[in-house]
């Protein structure tokens, strides 16, 4: 039988990948690397894949956003310097048992070992053995909720996680590398900590110059010159700063934050929590909870003058059951009992039933609202004004801010140009559910209360009737007393 020496075909890392491989070959299970583009982020992967699986048998995953581009980037592409396709350079043919094509799926010969090319759009339908060892590529782009659902498993059997990306913007992959930065990997002294790196074209010089301005001029043609030195910046000098490239609501996410409008924004007992959902299933579903809620200023006279209302993002849910039963005990457990605000397939009746969700919904307590059927330009449009307005609960509603930043257009490529529809991701739906809150937030009906504070103040409660703390007599006293004031 002929021996291969795994890494195979004489590969060794470069060396500015050569920490990262020590580190890994040390025995850390945690490695998030930011390294510009183009500089063998995936091929590190595919030959720590190849290793583990004969020092360790077990299941591997190489995941990317969408299966579709894992089948392109992975599973097919060639290597333009080789001529060889980039899986087979990693896993020689000769170590491989037998391969699915519709699958991206092999087995390992003479190891009870698999590899798969999966799509972390589709995380949770995967079955077989549980992982031991998973690649989450291009990790800005894909869904924050597979390492959520995948981290208890590979915490249980002992295995190994690695990010690889390059930056896009100030979103989850840069939250994770906040979080975890601190928490260095040390074989002896920290075996559960992580390495983490990030590596720009300045530091590893993989890249020449007039390569990277060829790109910015063929970006440059492509959008513009603004956002080709965004992309520049991103791509090869790893910078967080500056929205994802298509993002619908990247700039006004990013001005939200910049202002001040996400903090703590606590519940208002006195208003009612409001909800927006998608009716997708389950973590397709997401639901923003929000408030509406009166503005006040005072005159020199020192009278309180309602000025308007102010949007309050107080909470988000993502649910993972199917259950709808489950998702309303969740909103009424929280006493978010407002309106429901549903696009119009509410009304589709329930597969094998006579029933809608509508019907449903109202079974169960909930006050269902359909939001009115506009296009999706004018949905988003709603969405923008919204985030300009709004203020959003820092902890809670993390998750939902996180999608609304990627919420983003599609690419043509032959066209070369954005499309007018969003890309279907795991923000998509996210999107879709802020759009009808933008279009329904201003419906609610506040009532222009007094501000609390004097005896005079009026209270709005839940079900929207209006508290006092004065006598009809002082009510009448008050209201001629501002006349008299007004005249004078």
């Known amino acids: 039988m002929p021996t291969v020496r795994l890494p195979a075909n004489n590969w060794r890392p470069r060396w500015y990948q050569q920490k990262a491989w020590n580190t890994w070959e040390q025995g850390c299970k945690r490695q998030l690397l930011f390294w510009h583009r183009r ?23 190489h995941m990317l956003p969408e299966a579709a581009q894992a089948r392109k980037a992975i599973w097919n592409a060639v290597n333009p310097h080789t001529g060889k396709r980039r899986l087979f350079e990693a896993i020689p043919e000769s170590i491989i048992a037998n391969m699915n094509d519709h699958e991206m799926f092999l087995r390992f010969k003479d190891v009870d070992s698999t590899f798969q090319v999966v799509g972390s759009d589709n995380f949770n339908s995967l079955v077989g053995s549980p992982p031991r060892g998973i690649t ?75 390569a990277i301005e060829r790109q910015r001029r063929e970006y440059t043609g492509l959008f ?41 924004v606590p519940v208002d007992p006195a ?4 909800t927006a959902w998608d009716l997708g299933k389950a973590v397709n579903n997401p639901i923003w909870c929000f408030q509406v809620v009166p503005q006040f200023t005072t005159t020199a006279m020192g009278t309180p003058v ?13 649910p993972d059951t199917e259950d709808l039963e489950q998702w309303c005990k969740w909103l009424n457990d929280k006493g978010y009992n407002g309106n429901d605000y549903v696009p119009h397939d509410v009304m589709h009746p329930v597969w094998g039933t006579k029933h809608t969700r509508f019907d449903m919904l109202k079974a169960m307590g909930r006050k269902p609202k359909m939001v009115g059927m506009v296009s999706v330009a004018d ?4 969405g923008r004004e919204a985030i300009k307005l709004g203020v959003f609960d820092e902890e809670r509603t993390w998750d939902g ?66 508290r006092s703390g004065q006598t009809v007599k002082e009510a009448v006293d008050a209201m001629i007393k501002r006349r008299r004031a007004g005249r004078n």
């Open 401 to 466: 801010r996180d999608g609304l930043k990627s919420y983003r257009r599609e690419w043509d490529d032959d066209l070369k140009r954005f499309r007018d529809n969003p890309v279907k991701d795991w923000a998509e739906h996210i999107g879709s559910s802020w759009r009808y809150l933008g279009l329904a937030w201003r419906e609610v009906i506040v009532p222009s209360a007094k501000p609390e504070g004097d005896k005079g103040a009026y209270q709005a409660m839940p079900d929207g009737s209006i």
């Open 39 to 61: 500089a063998g982020k995936d091929d590190v992967n595919l030959n720590m894949h190849a290793v583990s699986a004969y020092e360790r048998p077990g299941t591997y995953w």
């Open 136 to 210: 989450f590529s291009e990790w800005a782009l894909a869904n924050p909720s597979a390492w959520a659902y995948l981290s208890p498993i590979l915490a249980e059997n002992g295995g190994w996680a690695s990010f690889i990306t390059t930056p896009r913007g100030n979103n989850h992959a840069k939250g994770m590398l906040d979080t975890v930065k601190n928490d260095v990997f040390h074989p002896v002294t920290n075996p559960l900590g992580w390495f983490t790196e990030v590596l720009s074209v300045s530091a590893t010089n993989a890249i020449s110059l007039d």
């Open 306 to 318: 309602h000025i308007g209302s102010q949007l309050r993002i107080v909470d988000f849910y993502r």
């Open 379 to 382: 949905g988003i449009n709603a």
């Open 271 to 274: 208003y009612p929590v409001h």
């Open 224 to 264: 513009g010159k603004d956002i080709a030195d965004l992309l520049i910046e991103q791509e090869y000098y790893c910078s967080f700063a500056g929205a994802m490239v298509g993002a619908y609501w990247g700039a006004e996410m990013a001005q939200a934050e910049t202002q001040g409008r996400v903090r703590a």
